[in-house]
């Protein structure tokens, strides 16, 4: 969602600003702005849309100063206008903010009663007259206005705060809404995410809940302090992060989805290493984050996450279930809240997100703690919220994601899954040595059978061109070919703006069958996975009601090449592997047919129409 970057040097913050926010705009916005001091006084420019338009109004009125905050904004109070967009000004005070002032309403009709005159609709503004008014009452320094004024509001905010009063200096601030503070070389950065930060430095410290930090520059000294919102001091080091500046680059594709597609080989390799062990066949408990006689001591598993991520977890269900013999569940993150779930200490809830940082997933996390439940969380960012809220975190390693359309994390999210399943299984003892060797050993074949499989990528280019009129589509499977129908509807569905349904195969039977006709693609799941038979079935099924099939079947898979000629389909085949392993690579064409289906159709593929990349917001 909304996009924060801060930044005190001796360079034109401007260019810095509008660089770390073009690194945030995979989160999803509507309109941006930048602030800097200059020359005694807070030079503003905002723009709705793009940062492109940004950028033509910072060409017109360019700003010179070396302090200031930008922001991208993603409505949620107050349509997307200039006046919405932020920072947000009050007498000498600008803010940016990402999150929601709960308390706003409250808040807004006490200010308007005592005056003040809103210029916007948003919550964010409030905070600008509560730091203003602050200042005015004689609080002394910027850093203890901006505390008085997180005082008065409860909600889940990142601000970044200046003020002409003290023109080298921001005031920094975050409860439930990510910020990373970045210390470079004689200057400082901080922003929203880790991407924003990279071409600064890779040394950076995360701030967590009830923080601030005050950024402030005095000669050719520059100090990042940071304290808790009630004063007391934090001394927190740096840690290096290992992405590198060109993972956040496009690397010569048209789109960071097509890149990170292609990405998956590698990002899989980086996922497993270290973390198997081949001769004992079993995976190296230090890398979970879990003492092994947790494995003992819980009777159900219970997965809770959103989006694609749910479609992983949903897949763990299976492995967890089948290799493990611990009963599983899944449960939608924003479901959660509303089922008054009973957790207990013989619990293990595992949180699986790509961001870290949705906050329907991390409201589940808490709700599980207070219930006495162990949590695990799955998960890309470093020490993002959800894994600070668990007990023990698995890290996906897939590198930054910056296509709004998730790929490389789910197929990496798939690939710790099946290793914390092969965790489980052996100390449960319900795995034996041979067959926690045999899956083991078939995961790391697959990224050299990804590569193989994304060799395809023209001929599916073909495919999409000839799909590209369908209004509807449906998606079958069985098994985790199941989950994985669902993660191809949802690809089609964000990014091609095709009504996409993804179903059980099992289910077609049960209600989907009344849509298939001539204009419905239907996209059959269907490789050797110990389903074959059942779900070959439904293609005859699909044919008799003329609709078009698209199989995604085995390479050399002679039986279904000739059913689906029979049937008039198309065909798309991943190379032969192990059943346990061959959905994280038919899940791959799914993945590019969105994509094709997508760029021929002119969508803006790495930024779909009102999503955001990280959901931090209810
Ligand atoms: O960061 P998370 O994995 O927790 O995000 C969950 C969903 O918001 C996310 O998977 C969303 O569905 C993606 N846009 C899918 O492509």
């Not at 924060?4 to 705009?25: D, N």
């Not at 800097?36 to 017109?60: F, T, W, Y």
């Amino acid at each position: 969602m909304c996009g924060i970057v801060a930044f005190v040097g001796t360079r034109p913050a401007s260019p810095v600003l509008v660089e770390g926010l073009r690194k945030l705009e995979y989160r999803g916005y509507d309109s941006a702005g930048v602030a800097v001091h200059a020359g005694g006084d807070l030079a503003i420019v905002r723009a709705v849309g793009k940062l492109s338009n940004l950028d033509a109004a910072l060409a017109k009125a360019p700003l010179a100063g070396t302090v200031g905050i930008g922001h991208t904004r993603w409505a949620t109070h107050g349509r997307p206008s200039e006046a919405n967009a932020h920072p947000h000004v009050s007498g000498p005070v600008a803010v940016v903010h990402n999150g929601i002032i709960e308390n706003h309403v409250a808040l807004r009709h006490e200010l308007e009663a005592s005056g003040v005159v809103f210029a916007s609709d948003t919550d964010t503004e409030i905070v600008a007259h509560l730091v203003s008014r602050a200042l005015a009452a004689g609080a002394g320094s910027l850093e203890a206005a901006v505390t008085a004024a997180l005082g008065r509001v409860t909600g889940a905010y990142a601000i970044a705060v200046l003020s002409k009063t003290e023109p080298d200096v921001i005031v920094l601030a975050k409860d439930q809404s990510p910020l990373v503070l970045g210390i470079g070389e004689g200057e400082l950065i901080a922003a929203s995410d880790i991407p924003a930060i990279l071409s600064t430095t890779r040394d950076v410290v995360f701030l967590q809940d009830g923080e601030m930090a005050i950024l402030r520059r005095t000669g050719a000294t520059f100090e990042a302090k940071l304290r808790t919102v009630s004063g007391e001091p934090v001394t927190r080091a740096p840690k290096r992060i290992d992405w590198s500046p060109a993972q956040a680059e496009k690397g010569g594709f048209k789109h960071f989805m097509l890149k990170e597609i292609h990405e998956q080989p590698r990002a899989i390799e980086d996922t497993l290493r270290g973390r198997i062990d081949l001769t004992a066949g079993d995976v190296v408990s230090q890398e979970l984050g879990l003492e092994d006689a947790i494995a003992t001591s819980i009777d159900r598993v219970y997965f809770v996450a959103c989006g694609t991520s749910a479609h992983a977890a949903m897949a763990g269900r299976y492995w967890v279930e089948a290799l493990a013999r611990v009963p599983a569940t899944v449960e939608i993150g924003s479901e959660v809240r509303y089922r008054e779930p009973v957790f207990t200490p013989r619990d293990l809830v595992i949180a699986v997100s790509q961001s870290g940082e949705t906050s329907d997933t991390l409201a589940a996390v808490k709700a599980a703690r207070a219930g006495g439940a162990r949590v695990l969380a799955i998960a890309n960012v470093l020490d993002s919220a959800i894994p600070r809220a668990s007990d023990g975190a698995f890290y996906t390693h897939a590198g930054p994601e910056i296509g709004v359309a998730s790929t490389k994390c789910f197929t990496t999210q798939l690939a710790a899954m099946l290793m914390f399943a092969v965790w489980l299984g052996r100390r449960r003892g319900s795995l034996s040595v041979e067959r926690a060797k045999s899956v083991l050993e078939a995961l790391t074949h697959v990224p050299s059978l990804m590569r193989e499989a994304l060799e395809d990528d023209a001929s599916i280019r073909l495919l999409a061109k000839r799909h590209l009129k369908a209004r509807d589509m449906l998606f079958l499977g069985r098994g985790i070919g199941f989950p994985i129908a669902l993660e191809g509807a949802l690809k089609v569905k964000e990014i091609s703006y095709v009504h996409a349904e993804g179903y059980a195969a099992g289910e077609m039977k049960h209600g989907p069958i009344a849509l298939i006709d001539d204009a419905m693609p239907v996209v059959v799941v269907c490789p050797r996975d110990g389903h074959f038979e059942k779900t070959a079935s439904n293609l005859a099924e699909v044919r008799a009601r003329e609709g078009q099939i698209i199989a995604v079947g085995t390479k050399g898979d002679e039986e279904l090449a000739n059913l689906v000629a029979k049937h008039e389909g198309d065909l798309v085949t991943v190379p032969p592997s192990a059943p346990e392993v061959v959905h994280l690579l038919t899940v791959l064409p799914l993945q590019l047919l969105s994509y094709h289906m997508a760029d021929l159709k002119g969508t803006d593929v790495d930024q779909p129409r009102n999503l955001a990349k990280t959901v931090t917001v209810e």
